[in-house]
């Protein structure tokens, strides 16, 4: 049953919007996909999201395939003058215009961290909560948003998109192959503050700066060693398992 018109708005669809945006406090969201798990507020939203299931795309007709005018509504007509890029709300091109500016309006209230949007901040905020809203549904593991949630899920379907230009190797994510790509071209921007190492990537330099510090987080789960990274205390355990190193 559609509501009857509030007399506060211009017009039926401005009470359409109304409608809709209150559901984003309320948590309701009466439109289901009929292929996935996944609701939404508004059935623009459900439109948007199933043609990624059809692989039907905005300006395609759904009969032939031909391409017809894009209505104003999906138009990206909002343009940003210092790349470029085009954007389909304005609210969504402001937010973009903060990666040229370098402003970051939205402050944490745990830590100094800052970001320029209000769901950079809320991602961020989970770390200090531990709020892990996105499960997986092949094991018992979750995460704070669902991009990790997205990766996570490649280890379980084998799905690995990004390829590497210099061989054949391929990563389930793009910092996955960011890295793999620094052995090609030997840049190690990370550097050590306690000495003159550097490294590929951020988790080896973590890992090395404990020898400076002592720090040994992994610990064996059948003697007492403790070790600096994964990587060693996973050695360690074929001592007491008599598991052998495999060779290529």
């Known amino acids: 049953m559609i509501p009857a018109m509030d007399s506060r708005f211009s017009s039926p669809r401005a009470c359409r919007r109304n409608i809709i945006h209150q559901r984003s406090h309320a948590g309701e969201k009466p439109y289901s996909c009929d292929q996935c798990d996944k609701r939404f507020r508004g059935p ?53 215009q903060l990666i040229h500016t370098g402003e970051k309006p939205y402050s944490c209230s745990h830590c100094e961290k800052r970001f320029k949007d209000s769901s950079g901040l809320k991602i961020h905020q989970r770390s200090h909560t531990g709020e892990k809203p996105y ?26 998109p990004y390829s ?20 090609h071209t030997g840049e190690k921007p ?20 404990r020898n400076h510090t002592g720090e040994k987080p992994y610990s064996c789960s059948h003697c007492e060693k403790r070790f600096r990274g994964p990587s060693g205390l996973k050695y360690h355990q074929r001592s007491h398992t008599g598991q052998k190193a495999s060779t290529t």
Do not use: M
């Open 135 to 160: 499960s997986c549904s092949h094991c018992e593991k979750r995460f704070k948003d669902s991009s990790g949630l997205k990766i996570h899920q490649r280890s379980h379907t084998g799905e690995k």
């Open 44 to 96: 623009s939203g459900l439109k948007y999201h199933q043609r990624s299931h059809t692989g039907q795309k905005p300006s395609q007709c759904a009969d032939n395939g031909q391409q017809v005018q894009l209505t104003q509504s999906l138009q990206k007509k909002h343009r940003c003058e210092k790349c470029l890029k085009h954007f389909r709300w304005k609210r969504n091109l402001k937010i973009h």
């Open 164 to 183: 590497c230009s210099h061989c054949e190797k391929r990563f389930k994510d793009s910092s996955g192959l960011k890295s793999h790509q620094r052995n």
């Open 190 to 209: 990370y550097s050590c503050s306690h000495c003159e190492k550097r490294f590929k990537d951020s988790s080896g330099l973590k890992i090395h700066q």
